[in-house]
């Protein structure tokens, strides 16, 4: 590949580290994203092993809620990646849009989360990085997991995490740097749960160290608007013990679940 197959797009926003574009490759007309960052930016701040390992856990995930990385290219300036392209974008800008979902929508998406943090612990991978920024939406309400740049080959065992970004996600044993595994994730989908129904995440404070406190306590507050069995499944997932979170095999089956995905 090279970047004159492609046609440049709109520009559809600004990653961590490059330019994303809405693109179409010439000869077969796919439209697709595509990823432009630039090779010192990456030198710059020492991420080439994130990097290479991020390329290999998103190019060998194949699921229909995990975001596909179709190849990637560079040249003497950038590297470049070729992404799935999800029609409508971040779920983080439409959460702010829209305040918060419907108990409806919410569940379909956890559902879909779920399934494709199902199909990744399979495969040993952790995300790591659950947040409504990592999500993008596609036709039909389509969840597509991104940015695998946190995930990490399970086990992890302890070592001291620069934690960078929010801290809303992270989990009691994460936030007191115990070792920790594959139910970091289910917690995060228990915060991403809650941020999606209330519209803003269960622990967050603007002090961080209130957050942590709040965490490391469980201090969950639910809101009366929430349903009861919405409140159930969040108690289940914010449990402060990995061993007693549900499983994301159990969630697939809870009422609120079953009953919401119509
Ligand atoms: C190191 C390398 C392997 C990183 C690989 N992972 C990523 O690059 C993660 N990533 C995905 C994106 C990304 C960002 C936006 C989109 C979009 C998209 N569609 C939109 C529609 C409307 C408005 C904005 C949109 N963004 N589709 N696919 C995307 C993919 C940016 N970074």
Redesign the pocket.
């Known amino acids: 590949w090279k970047p004159s197959d492609f046609e440049l797009g709109k520009r ?2 600004k ?1 961590k ?2 330019r ?1 574009y ?1 693109v179409r490759e010439k000869k077969s007309g796919f439209i697709c ?1 595509l ?1 432009v ?1 630039s090779k010192d930016e990456i030198l710059l701040y020492k991420v080439e092993k994130q ?1 290479v390992r ?2 290999e856990i ?1 190019a060998s995930l194949r699921h229909p809620n995990c ?1 596909r ?1 179709y190849g ?1 290219f560079y040249d003497d300036k950038n590297v470049y ?1 070729i ?8 779920l983080y ?1 439409m959460l702010k849009k829209r305040k918060r979902f419907d108990e409806v929508t919410t569940s379909y998406y956890i559902f879909q989360v779920a399934a494709a943090l199902e199909y990744m612990h399979n495969k040993h991978i952790i995300h790591r990085d659950l947040k409504p920024e990592n999500i ?1 939406v596609h036709f039909h309400n389509q969840i ?1 997991l ?4 946190w995930s990490v080959y399970a086990p992890q065992n302890t070592r001291r995490n620069t934690m960078c970004g929010t801290l809303d996600y992270l989990p009691p044993e994460m936030v007191e740097s115990k070792s920790h595994d594959e139910t970091v994730d289910v917690w995060a989908l228990g915060v991403l749960m809650y941020e999606l129904l209330v519209g803003r995440p269960p622990f967050e404070d603007e002090n961080s160290g209130v957050t942590y406190r709040r965490i490391v306590k469980v201090d969950l507050r639910i809101p009366t608007f929430i349903s009861s069995e919405a409140a159930d499944l969040i108690k289940k997932l914010l449990r402060y013990e990995p061993k007693k979170r549900i499983s994301l095999h159990n969630l697939q089956r809870h009422p609120w679940i079953i009953k919401n995905r119509g």
């Open positions: 559809l926003g990653g580290f490059g994303v809405c994203a990823k960052m990097f991020e390329i998103q975001l990385l990637w990646l992404l799935e392209y999800a029609a409508y974008g971040e800008k993008l597509k991104s940015d695998f740049g």
